[in-house]
């Protein structure tokens, strides 16, 4: 969209000279997220010709290089400010600090402490006048912008326990409050960054007009003279971002003629992002891409999109990008919608895989969509201190409200929050040593910050003695989160020394266990060297303590160790079961049963009479859900299920993976599954939190679709009624193969193999690392 034409020259919000903003009252004032400057939709699919390009990059350096000798000062008007003039320079504008704030009080940037000669962040303001100009400037773009406004939703995080949650609950409801009293709900804006394409997409097809989805993309990536339709887009945005501030002070007087204008160049725009960014401008590394929960969400559900408009998105999602199979002649209608919805499937999985795709259409897309997005809330995040181990993360999600799914910015807690404390991080690598994260913080803000959160304190010297128990949860939490699992087991054990009976980190000692156990690599050590007996064991030994049941994570692990503990009669250790191998032998189908047609009915029959009472969960996985029953939650299903372990599949699992006498193999969970056409249709691609996993078909012939997609065979395994499937769950990529018609019911079951002793040295053997956001079952995720 062209805000004005004048001259030939698309001018839009980023290139208007400064004079121009100042010309013009209203658009002037506007800062860059107001709608009424910078149409997002539009910006974000803008092409440009080649002759617009070259004239900007004729244009001549000198307005960039004021403009940046000019953004240091006073981030509104540019001129410098005296930082002996502490008064003025510890004031900050309405938006950032609640209302009575008082010299005194720590800078809310920074929070330097005001005996402090130099403020570190560089946040300052001459004056009131710029301060107020900033203030208005916000409240105009937050009326104008015609975004929805976020909402703070917080989801209850995986660490704490009920009375916890409660206590966090509290501290959440403190920031919004702390928001809500400072602003007033209505002044609550949400700009979401402009540059990328696919948040957009997300946007706009997730308010209902799924065909607007691949015009925006190939808009967005297939004009051949945008070089990175991303980074243009992020300079557009800074440059829109400083110029709307620098022009919104009356005292700013000095003009920049148009054609001096310019975009800037890479460094120019390194130097602007991280000025800028000390404002307001947050990248966030969401844990979801926004197209994957599109396509995951949306597209599938039959609730949000009716019948038409799914095939028109599927329709326009079936382009030759994606390098998957391509339909042929001879295909069935069936096989080609089985192949339609499963290049649905993957999208997500694709476009956020490390795999790469480099060329032409594919390899632009793949690297549109792994950039991570951009959303900033000028209130909120300026609010929230920064810690290389948040409490909050923001992320953007799918809510009902009134019955309509919307966008809505989100507050995820990833520790348990007190009220008054909170934070978010700042910088986008929190993986880093301690060094690069200081380096980075002081480019984000300012050359003096220097983060002094536990994590940083510990790991300056490497000594807990000056933690507290919680900051040691919270790092073990941390470390859990990037499968850093020995570090966690050490953590929590430090606490342990003092609070033995703390069951949350008994709890989470033990999953730090677990994931030792799934990192190994099956397919090398053939056992997982005492991990997962080491986690069993010490849930079993916390629910020998007084009130352990009050703890639910703990009593669902001591449940499932009861329903699966079985007695194994070593007679059966043989099976008769047929099958064939794949893979080099890490992947068995059979063509004989585990269960009898009889007990396959049965299971279905009574995971249904269940489900009219209490519905199926759809919530137990945390990184992949399935719509699925708990087998040890129905003593009905749990007698066939283990009557069928014992006898069928331990022996045949034994023998088909060759596991030494000196080894178990255990089930550590296993659920009766269900697909629909009008339900929940596939299970996207991952890998599982197991040694072994198996999935046992129930039915075959009410459904069309369905299987279990092998990525590496790029085949689709189906065994018969009764048959089974097997598989190294933690190395093998699959997914549950989209259903295009009827009802598919399987088991699926995840096991470990572990010496019967479980007595190895577990601290020196461990592989630490399998991307925690592939995990399965059980996973802690970033
Ligand atoms: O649906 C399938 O066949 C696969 C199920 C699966 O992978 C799982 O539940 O982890
Ligand atoms: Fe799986």
């Known amino acids: 969209m062209k805000v004005d034409s004048s001259g030939g020259e698309t001018r839009k919000g980023a290139l208007l000279p400064i004079d121009g903003h100042a010309a013009n009252a209203t658009t002037g004032l506007l800062p860059c997220w107001a ?46 400010v005296s930082l002996a003039d502490r008064g003025l320079a510890r004031r900050l504008p309405h938006f950032v600090v609640t209302r009575n704030i008082t010299p005194s009080i720590p800078c809310s940037f920074c929070r330097a402490d005001d005996s402090d000669d130099n403020h570190p962040c560089g946040t300052v303001f001459c004056s009131d006048e710029c301060r107020d100009a900033a203030d208005a400037a916000l409240r105009v773009g937050s009326q104008s912008s015609g975004l929805p406004p976020p909402r703070l939703f917080f989801c209850k995080n995986r660490f704490g326990s009920s009375k916890e949650w409660s206590a966090t609950r509290d501290g959440l409801t403190s920031i919004e409050n702390r928001f809500t009293s400072a602003f007033g709900r209505e002044d609550l804006t949400r700009r979401v960054g402009i540059e990328e394409t696919a948040l957009l997409v997300t946007l706009m097809s997730s308010c209902g007009s799924p065909n607007r989805v691949v015009d925006s993309l190939l808009n967005a990536t297939q004009s051949t003279d945008r070089i990175n339709v991303n980074e243009e887009g992020i300079v557009e945005e800074i440059w829109a971002l400083t110029r709307s501030f620098m022009s919104i002070c009356p005292r700013h007087h000095k003009s920049t003629p148009a054609k001096d204008c310019r975009f800037p160049t890479l460094s120019e725009f390194v130097a602007f992002y991280t000025k800028t960014k000390r ?46 199979d391509k339909p042929q002649e001879s295909m069935s209608e069936t096989e080609s919608e089985v192949l339609r919805w499963r290049k649905v499937s993957h ?4 476009a956020s895989s490390t795999n790469a795709y480099t060329d032409g259409e594919s390899g632009r897309l793949h690297a549109l969509l792994r950039r991570p997005y951009y959303a900033y809330h000028p209130i909120v995040f300026s609010q929230l201190p920064h810690s290389c181990i948040p409490s909050l993360a923001p992320v953007l999600q799918l809510s009902v409200e009134h019955g309509m799914n919307r966008p809505v910015l989100q507050w995820i807690a990833l520790h348990d929050v007190a009220h008054g404390d909170f934070s978010v991080s700042r910088i986008e690598v929190l993986n880093g040593d301690l060094e690069s994260r200081a380096l980075e913080l002081k480019r984000t803000m300012g050359g003096k910050f220097a983060c002094a959160c536990s994590r940083c304190r510990f790991e300056e010297h490497f000594d807990s003695s000056n933690l507290s128990s919680k900051e040691l949860k919270h790092l073990g939490d941390l470390a859990m989160q990037q499968t850093r699992y020995e570090d966690a087991s050490l953590l929590y054990d430090k606490i342990l020394e003092t609070h033995p009976r703390d069951f949350d980190v008994l709890h989470s000692k033990a999953a730090s266990y677990l994931g030792r156990a799934s990192a190994v690599s099956f397919g090398r050590s053939r056992h997982c060297m005492g991990h997962f007996v080491k986690a069993q064991r010490l849930w079993g030994d916390a629910g020998k303590l007084d009130n352990s049941s009050s703890h639910k994570e703990i009593e669902v692990q001591l449940k499932k160790l009861t329903a699966y503990q079985m007695k194994i009669d070593r007679e059966r250790d043989e099976s008769m079961v047929r099958y064939s191998s794949y893979l080099d032998e890490k992947c068995f189908v059979t063509a004989g049963r585990v269960l009898s047609h009889g007990e396959c009915n049965r299971m279905i029959q009574i995971a249904e009479d269940h489900a009219v009472r209490l519905g199926w969960t759809t919530s137990r996985h945390f990184a992949v859900p399935t719509t699925d029953m708990p087998i040890h939650d129905l003593p009905g299903l749990q007698a066939i299920f283990c009557r069928a372990w014992e006898n069928k599949i331990r022996p045949l699992l034994r023998q088909q993976f060759r596991i030494p006498s000196d080894s178990e193999c255990h089930i550590h969970d296993a659920f009766l599954v269900k697909y629909g056409a009008s339900m929940q249709r596939y299970l996207p691609p991952h890998v599982d939190e197991s040694n072994l996993s198996f999935v046992v078909a129930l039915n075959d012939d009410s459904f069309e679709g369905g299987g279990t997609y092998i990525h590496t065979l790029g085949k689709t395994l189906k065994p018969p009624v009764g048959g089974m499937l097997s598989f190294c769950g933690g190395e093998i990529l699959h997914s549950g193969d989209p259903v295009v018609s009827g009802i598919r019911y399987i088991v699926a079951g995840f096991c470990y193999v572990d010496l019967r002793a479980g007595g190895v040295d577990i601290d020196s053997q461990t592989r630490q690392g399998k991307p925690a956001k592939e995990s399965f079952a059980f996973g802690f995720q970033v």
Request: charged letters at 25%; one cysteine or more.
């Open 35 to 80: 709608k009424a400057t910078y149409p997002s939709a539009s910006r974000a699919t803008l092409s440009r010709t080649s002759s617009q390009k070259r004239r900007k990059r004729e244009r001549s350096r000198s307005g960039v290089e004021e403009l940046l000798a000019e953004i240091d000062p006073c981030h509104v008007c540019g001129s410098s």
């Open 279 to 324: 404002f307001d401008l947050l990248k966030v590394d969401g844990p979801q891409h926004p197209l994957e929960s599109y396509v995951t969400n949306t597209l599938t559900s039959t609730r949000l999109l009716n019948e038409k408009d799914r095939q028109a998105a599927l329709d326009m999602l079936d382009p030759s990008w994606l390098s998957l």
């Open 347 to 350: 999208l997500a999985h694709w």
